[in-house]
Nanobody, 126 residues
Framework: VQLVESGGGSIEPGGFLRLSCAVS????????IGWFRQGPGKEREAVSC????????YYADAVKGRFTISSDKGQKLVFLEMNRLKPEDAGTYYC????????????????????WGQGTAVTVSS
């Protein structure tokens, strides 16, 4: 299993970033994939998760209406489009296999650290 994030960077408030997660060793028809983030001095939190087999999604309240998760099953990629970025969106973003996905309610990352990527940093500042 390998997940590799890309697309992070430094952006001004109100800007846009698109994160990508390249997935290998995981069947996207059997496992949901999620994006999680950890801001400075904060605990890691679930941002958005997607079950590509049926389209079920989860979004954290803080990102609803601004972020969109999607996937390209053929290319084994999972994307997170982030619009109208805010300073509080800054942090390290990780993609991971989701052990739990309850539509619109809850998403939890897999307890095995091997099911996580190394993260990509997002900075939002003027």
């Amino acid at each position: 299993v390998q997940l590799v994030e890309s697309g992070g960077g430094s952006i001004e408030p109100g800007g846009f970033l698109r994160l990508s997660c390249a997935v290998s060793g995981v069947d996207l028809n059997n496992w949901a994939i999620g994006w999680f983030r950890q801001g400075p001095g904060k605990e890691r939190e679930a941002v958005s998760c997607l079950d590509s087999s049926d389209g079920a999604t989860y979004y954290a309240d803080a990102v609803k209406g601004r972020f969109t998760i999607s996937s390209d099953k053929g290319q084994k990629l999972v994307f997170l489009e982030m619009n109208r970025l805010k300073p509080e969106d800054a942090g390290t973003y990780y993609c991971a296999v989701a052990a739990v996905l309850v539509t619109d309610t809850r998403c939890e990352g897999h307890p095995n650290s091997g099911a996580w990527g190394q993260g990509t940093a997002v900075t939002v500042s003027s």
